[in-house]
């Protein structure tokens, strides 16, 4: 049997991809197992989830850090106890650091709900309409 993918979640709101992947792993369409979910908000419903699920939760208040590099470090130790193989940015609102990105190289799966670099932010879908285009997507 082929080892299960460890993925570490990052989310910042309701965890609604949170809880597709979830569901793909019931149903045994990924053969993937989510050992660390780490959000920005301590109001990310995504919290409940995991609660919810028995996923192991880590908030990170990057006002509490000197640096953004200092807050990612902290992940960063925190994936490398968990072996976390790759990262899901589900919803996650902030911009990586190298050093994060770099340490996950080939790794690291981002859902945006708009294509990039045409629509990036927050209101990508809003932003999109707006422009009046004809069609857009995921990336």
Known sequence: ????????????????????????????????????????????????LAKLFGVPATFIKYSDYDTKIDAEQVILDQLT??????????????ILTPKLIDAYAGKIVNLHPALLPQFPGRHSILDAYEAGVDETGVT
């Open 1 to 48: 049997m082929v080892r299960k993918v460890k993925l570490a979640i990052f989310a910042s709101g309701t965890g609604t991809n949170f809880q597709a992947l979830h569901d793909a792993i019931l149903q045994r369409q990924l053969n993937a197992e989510v050992v660390r979910l780490i959000v920005d908000k301590s109001s990310a419903g995504a919290l409940n």
């Open 81 to 94: 106890q968990d072996e976390v193989d790759g990262i899901l940015l589900a919803g996650y609102m902030r």
